[in-house]
């Protein structure tokens, strides 16, 4: 059974950083890619960022581009989300997914709240 | 930038009714790339249907997807309780980056 389990969210002052994790099971991790999709409160979703099997491909938003960076290790089947200089707008529940043909997300995990505040 | 748009925001409907949610993309797109996805309150997202008319593993019949070019729909043939929940349209541009419409909330009349 697919599994995809995150953590590290947190409560974080503006200009503060943060580092998730997704803590993946149930199937041939180094193989997928992973991505980052986020849903700030009461809002739809936006994909954040995404890393490929190997990790050596790495898009991102323009939204979180230079300020987040994403990386994972393939011996602990974990993806991490560097965030730094945090926002308000960066509030948001954070869900990893799991890649699926480049075009879609199969799997998804349930999420770990960020809170951007003062 | 390739922008989805979801219609309508809000739909009413009652168990048994037939449900037509609408993605129009703001220019031509593959229909290869074209995604949906249900969130039911509470939880994560779930793939319906890619490739705009293929049904993921495990998704009933009562779920279908059609559409080309820049018009897509999802039509859910007989609502059932379990089936009101967001849902969203999703798009992969080939730049590696991926769109998701604003969603439509399908809710119990």
């Known amino acids: 059974e697919v599994q995809l389990l995150e953590s590290g969210g947190d409560l974080v002052q503006p200009g503060g950083s943060l580092r998730l994790s997704c803590a993946a099971s149930?199937?041939?991790?180094?193989?997928?890619?992973i991505a980052w999709v986020r849903q700030a409160p009461e809002k739809g979703l936006e994909w954040v960022s995404i890393i490929s099997g190997s990790g050596g491909i790495i898009y991102y938003a323009d939204s979180v581009k230079g300020r987040f960076t994403i990386s994972r290790d393939n011996s602990k089947n974990t993806v991490y989300l560097q965030m730094d200089n945090l926002r308000a707008e960066d509030t948001a529940v954070y869900y990893c997914a799991k890649g699926k043909a480049s075009t879609r997300f199969d799997y998804w995990g349930q999420g770990t709240l960020v809170t951007v505040s003062s | 930038e390739i922008v989805l748009t979801q219609s309508p925001g809000t739909l009413s409907l009652s168990p048994g009714e037939r449900a037509t949610l609408s993605c129009r993309a703001s220019?031509?797109?593959?229909?290869?790339?074209l995604v949906w996805y249900q969130q039911r309150p509470g939880q994560a997202p779930r793939l319906l249907i890619y490739g705009a008319s293929s049904r993921a593993t495990g998704i009933p019949d009562r779920f279908s997807g059609s559409g080309s070019g820049t018009d897509f729909t999802l039509t859910i043939s007989r609502l059932e309780t379990e089936d009101f929940a967001v849902y969203y349209c999703q798009l992969y541009d080939s730049s590696f980056s991926y769109t998701f419409g604003q969603g439509t909330k399908l809710e119990i009349k």
């Open positions: 220019q031509s797109v593959s229909s290869s790339n």
């Open positions: 149930g199937f041939t991790f180094s193989t997928f890619a």
